[in-house]
């Protein structure tokens, strides 16, 4: 067996095995569904979207609620997930799609990304995963697993070029469970596959793995955030994005007061106007009045 079909076949008795249970899953779950967990999982861990998924969809189980709702409440129910600006892009994305479309969600590419907030990859796992309509889905998982299985790489940050990939991928892509398939990649990606710490002795690609158990570690050097009073600045985002969300409008000096912060004007203001360029809050500087970017 050539190592490309022991890679599809073997990927596919994993999924079939496995009957990994994520409530977004389906042999055709509904687009909106898609939609809405792929944007959570960006950025994400799995294990933080399932609840907060949950939630979401028992408050908002089609796209016309979502549509429909405010920015503050969209906002409310996402906080815990981060990077707040996803909730507001997915809430214009079903606007649109409520506005323009009825509410059906495109099949086709190309339609997809004129969407709102649609990229490449959330375009191809709509196609794939909710039509499944034989689409090559590439992300950092893919990249990873794909990378390691078919070459002898030695760090555990080494990939390959996703051009490559790609065309890889099309030669193989198992045309009637090409959902099944990039699945099973994700789920082996999460559980085996880890970015710093693979666990190859487990993984069930590991016969034919050309860097199973060769790769060495090696430490990513992260940019250093911003911090101030010993809190990140994505905290203090955070934390000034909920209480505008709360009660917006607010004058900055009611959220100084809220946030016990009087002494600390320039950084408070610095998040805010940074909040601004995000297209998540409209800061007066006439008036000082902060409030959900409309």
């Known amino acids: 067996m050539t190592s490309k079909t022991f890679f599809v076949k073997t990927l596919l008795k994993f999924f079939s095995d496995a009957t990994i249970s994520l409530p977004w899953r389906g042999y055709t779950p509904e687009p909106y569904k898609v939609l809405v967990s792929e944007t959570m999982l960006q950025q994400t861990q799995v294990s933080r979207v399932v609840e907060k998924y949950s939630e979401f969809m028992a408050i908002y189980p089609t796209i016309f609620d979502v549509a429909s709702a405010s920015k503050e409440e969209i906002v409310k129910i996402w906080n815990g997930l981060g990077y707040n600006s996803r909730a507001l892009r997915l809430k214009r994305t079903c606007e649109v799609i409520v506005n323009e479309r009825n509410g059906n969600i495109p099949s086709n590419y190309d339609q997809l990304r004129t969407l709102p907030g649609i990229g490449d990859y959330t375009a191809s796992a709509i196609m794939c995963f909710a039509f499944r309509i034989p689409t090559v889905v590439v992300d950092v998982n893919v990249i990873r697993v794909f990378s390691r299985f078919f070459s002898q790489l030695h760090f555990t940050t080494d990939v390959i070029n996703e ?68 809190f990140p600045r994505r905290i203090w985002r955070g934390s000034i994005l909920k209480v505008v969300t709360n009660q917006s409008p607010i004058s900055i000096n009611e959220l100084l007061d809220l946030l016990q912060m009087n002494e600390h004007y320039d950084w408070v203001l610095s998040v805010v106007k940074l909040l601004e360029i995000d297209s998540l809050v409209e800061f007066n500087e006439n008036s000082g009045s902060i409030k959900l970017s409309s």
């Open 163 to 230: 051009k490559n990939i790609r065309e890889g991928l099309k030669k193989m892509l198992p045309k009637e469970n090409t959902s099944e398939f990039f699945q099973a990649i994700m789920d082996v990606a999460r559980l085996f596959c880890k970015k710093s710490a693979p666990i190859c002795e487990d993984c069930p690609l590991t016969l034919k793995c050309l860097s199973s158990k060769k790769l060495v570690f090696k430490q990513v050097t992260k940019k250093i955030e911003p911090s101030y009073l010993g």
